[in-house]
């Protein structure tokens, strides 16, 4: 198969094979048969310029330049790119792509620095962390911070052992990602991290040796010995002085306020707290992977930080008819039989038994954990009400560099999101190949919509609540500043320095007319609202950051009059389009094992702005509808595309990479071999999702060999059983009598 390297070959699918030349030798051998091949030729030739030249497709050097990336770069609608007569936007050939997993195959041995020059120093411990004693971080935040006890009975400050490491520099050749920028979004990108100096410090089962540069060799830690609660709860208390620890009143209340003045407190504002939810259920499998990547998240956002996180397990009992909220015994059982012992104490129970009492309103057939996995979250957040943000942690997320560094970059970026043009932004995905930097994607997007709103127009910016219609204002609707009407009166200036009331990590799109799965999904609104139903937003993925005030007006939506409720991917995001919340989707980098044109990762990805070009309807709004659209990359029928990305529900690069991550095989590239020739393998950060059920690779060549051994005992036995059964038949048809 041909592989395409550049937006032109790209768009000439239909041009000849690459051996043509070969074939006009072995055919012309005559005159006439040398004219004819000219002929056609030359008007294929004609024909090929007059369709590709007004699109402005510029070659790229080895197809991996970027190609539309240039800062500064704003495009208008003649810019964009439009497919072929043969492009099939159902099923793009988007495995002709040229591909780029050999560009993954990165070690430790193979990083160059930002001056191109390759390193030969070790690896380094990597601290992420605000310098908490500076005065300027005292002079802005209330309380002293005091360094907390890790998990080998050493404050962290002086544990070298319980520290993450990692080596400078970024491998060479490695990809870009053509779908966002996690250095927009403030991370680090010029650090790599392998898997001892990443997770060593988590659990001392990782296969392979240590790299010859390794910053520390950690110590044992008898984990089933040690009590994540209770290191927590220490830490909390020797950093009190520094958090509001009172809890969030619920949004209605008299003493409710949107925005607390905190900025406007005398000595310093408290430091806000966010609690980690893992997700999981009875039944779960704890493989050494997931409980170092727990350990992990533990000590990198809660004890490292001195409390501005808290982590704590709520686990699903599929079995409704264990009365685990009236039978201490039972509940504790339950624990002691699903749970790791080391996280026992921050282990929380629910089963679905529970929602017919909390939540009556919710359709029975919709309080099930897919349908509905926020009402656990909201039924954990009135029980601990004192957290500013709640992130729900899914157990099947993976991320290669350090965990504080990535929440308190994503809380940075949202924070400093203006409100003009944000939810238009959320819709599309980022993409800087095509858009250039982030303030000329923002300036790009505000110009397709209208500031002031007129009469016949589909495109005006959403600014404050979208309410459904009829549905009336709350007085805890985000209503925007006095003076501002519309998008036009505000310069970019709404929401900058407000915390966001929900992160994700996908666009928000409208999936009204998708073909997005549960679409339909929403419950006791109007049916005058039909067919389209309210207006909402869908995100893939879950992993989500939600405040205290979103998920408090989630429940009062369930449990008030008419009791509106959504499908789990809708429900935040339409509540905070409701009520004029701040919701924000942070592009982070997503990596695929194919190279994307821009123009062609912009026509896939952010499909509905495509329509408006191609397809003049005007069922369409003029500006388009960035990632929704009839033509939708999250239909069942195109969401292939992102089957061989990093941050997918369902996709296997992911999986690829990190299992070479953690010293597997794959392919030939990774495991035991390939590191003693290429070094260790390491990956700068990254987001990757579903990881599922990973084991280290030792622990699973034993866990085959155990299959394998108990597969041979079973074909043993059954053989064994066969011939005892044919002697008995025998046995019988001797004696004249039926066997037993």
């Not at 970026?413 to 003009?420: A, D, L, V």
């Not at 219609?469 to 009166?489: H, K, V």
């Not at 999702?689 to 690779?697: A, G, L, S």
Request: charged share 25%.
């Amino acid at each position: 198969m041909r592989l395409l390297d550049t937006d032109e070959e790209f768009t000439m699918k239909g041009c000849p094979p690459l051996n043509l030349r070969d074939r006009v030798r072995s055919w012309a051998f005559t005159k006439k048969r040398y004219l004819m091949l000219v002929t056609v030729f030359t008007l294929f030739t004609v024909a090929l310029l007059a369709r590709t030249a007004p699109h402005k497709l510029r070659s790229l050097h080895f197809g991996l330049q970027e190609d539309l990336g240039r800062p500064g770069v704003v495009f208008s609608a003649e810019d964009e790119w439009q497919p072929s007569s043969d492009w099939d936007p159902v099923f793009p050939v988007y495995t002709d792509f040229m591909p780029l997993e050999d560009r993954f195959a990165s070690s430790i041995k193979n990083l160059t620095t930002t001056t191109n020059s390759f390193r030969t120093t070790g690896a380094h411990e990597y601290y992420p962390y605000p310098h908490y004693q500076s005065d300027e971080y005292r002079r802005r935040y209330k309380g002293t911070f005091t360094p907390c006890v890790g998990p080998r009975g050493k404050r962290l400050n002086e544990s070298l052992d319980d520290s993450v490491s990692g080596y400078d520099g970024m491998p060479k050749n490695f990809p870009n990602a053509p779908l966002g920028s996690s250095r927009v979004l403030g991370l680090d990108q010029s650090v790599c991290f392998e898997r001892h100096g990443r997770f060593g410090a988590y659990g001392s089962s990782l296969s392979g040796g240590r790299p010859k540069h390794s910053a520390n060799s950690p110590s044992d830690v008898h984990w089933e010995d040690l009590n994540w609660a209770e290191l927590q709860s220490k830490c909390i208390a020797e950093n009190a002085d520094r958090f509001n620890m009172l809890p969030r009143p619920m949004p209605g209340k008299a003493s409710y306020q949107k925005h607390p003045p905190d900025s406007h407190r005398e000595n310093g504002i408290f430091k806000s707290r966010s609690a980690i939810v893992f997700r999981a259920y009875d039944g779960f499998t704890y493989t050494e992977d997931m409980l170092r990547v727990m350990r992990s998240v533990i000590t990198e956002l809660a004890l490292g930080s001195g409390g501005e996180y808290e982590a704590f397990l709520l686990v699903e009992v599929k079995d409704t008819e264990i009365p685990i909220f009236d039978d201490p015994d039972a509940y504790e059982q339950i624990v002691e039989k699903s749970v790791p012992k080391e996280f026992h104490n921050m282990t929380i129970l629910w089963s679905t038994a529970l929602w017919g009492k909390l939540y009556p309103k919710v359709p029975e057939h919709a309080r099930n954990v897919h349908a509905s996995q926020w009402l656990p979250v909201k039924y954990f957040a009135t029980k601990h009400p004192n957290f500013d943000h709640y992130w729900n942690w899914e157990m099947d997320v993976r991320y290669t560099g350090h965990h504080y560094e990535l929440l308190e970059a994503l809380d940075n970026w949202t924070r400093n999101q203006p409100r003009k043009g944000l939810w238009e932004r959320n819709s599309r995905f980022y993409i800087p190949t095509f858009h250039g930097e982030f303030s000329d994607f923002r300036d790009y997007i505000q110009s397709r919509y209208q500031d002031e709103p007129t009469a016949n127009r589909e495109d005006i910016s959403i600014w404050g609540p979208h309410l459904p219609s009829g549905q009336t204002s709350t007085p805890f609707d985000d209503l925007p500043p006095l003076g501002t009407p519309a998008p036009a009166n505000d310069n970019f200036t709404w929401g900058v320095g407000e915390e966001a009331d929900l992160i994700t990590l996908l666009p928000m799109f409208n999936p009204d007319t998708t073909h997005y799965s549960m679409k339909g999904a929403f419950y006791n609104y109007p049916t005058s609202l039909l067919p389209a139903g309210p207006p909402r937003r869908a995100t893939i993925i879950t992993f989500y950051r939600l405040s205290h005030r979103l998920l408090s007006t989630m429940h009062l939506e369930n449990t008030h009059d008419p009791g509106h409720h959504m499908s789990s991917e809708q429900w935040p995001q339409s509540v905070a389009l409701h009520h004029g919340f701040k919701a924000v989707y942070a592009p982070h980098s997503v990596y695929t094992d194919k190279y994307w044109p821009a123009k062609a990762a912009n026509f896939i990805f952010n499909n509905g702005d495509a329509q408006r070009i191609i397809k003049a309807s005007g069922d369409i709004p003029p500006a388009g509808e960035g990632s929704g659209g009839w033509e939708s990359v999250y239909g069942l029928d195109r969401e292939h595309n992102f089957h061989m990305s990093t941050w997918y529900y369902r996709t296997d690069f992911a999986t690829r990479l990190y299992k070479r991550l953690l010293g597997y095989d794959v392919d030939g590239v990774g495991g035991a071999a390939w590191e003693e020739k290429h070094g260790t393998f390491c990956l700068p950060p990254m987001l990757l999702h579903q990881i599922k059920e990973i084991d280290d690779p030792t622990n699973e060549s034993a866990h085959n060999a155990a299959e394998a051994e108990a597969k041979a005992n079973e074909e043993a036995f059954q053989k064994e059983k066969a011939e005892s059964e044919i002697k008995a038949l025998i046995a019988a048809s001797e004696s004249g009598r039926t066997p037993a």
